[in-house]
Nanobody, 128 residues
Framework: QVQVVESGGGLVQAGGSLRLSCSSS????????MGWFRQAPGKEREFVAA?????????MYADPVKGRFSISRDNAKNMMYLQMNSLKPEDTAVYYC????????????????????WGQGTQVTVSA
């Protein structure tokens, strides 16, 4: 069983930055495909970004965050990060860390159903 825990959320003004962190259990964390999703009030959960296992050389971003958010990982620490810059009020949401766990994902996917393990979420609020 893989456990993931998010941290780093908070309140920030529009134009500001935050870095979210995701800590994962698992001895083979380096092989896991990891992703970030978010859910705003009254809306469905949506894909934000994903990163491949290994060196994390392959990444994918949702169009609304391209050029502003950056996903990365540190396999030595079993950690994944989401650097969020130029934040907008519409980025306000609960952000979730997701992992495929040991199941290898041949190609990055924005589909939530492809990820097997989820954190409890961390709130990000961007004020105008």
């Amino acid at each position: 069983q893989v456990q993931v825990v998010e941290s780093g959320g908070g309140l920030v003004q529009a134009g500001g930055s935050l870095r979210l962190s995701c800590s994962s259990s698992g001895r083979t964390f380096s092989t896991y495909t990891m992703g970030w999703f978010r859910q705003a009030p009254g809306k469905e959960r949506e894909f934000v970004a994903a990163i491949s296992g290994g060196s994390g050389s392959v990444v994918m971003y949702a169009d609304p965050v391209k050029g502003r958010f950056s996903i990365s990982r540190d396999n030595a620490k079993n950690m994944m990060y989401l650097q969020m810059n130029s934040l907008k009020p519409e980025d306000t949401a609960v952000y979730y860390c997701a992992s495929t766990g040991p199941l290898i994902m041949a190609k990055l996917s924005p589909e939530a159903g492809r990820y097997n393990y989820w954190g409890q979420g961390t709130q990000v609020t961007v004020s105008a």
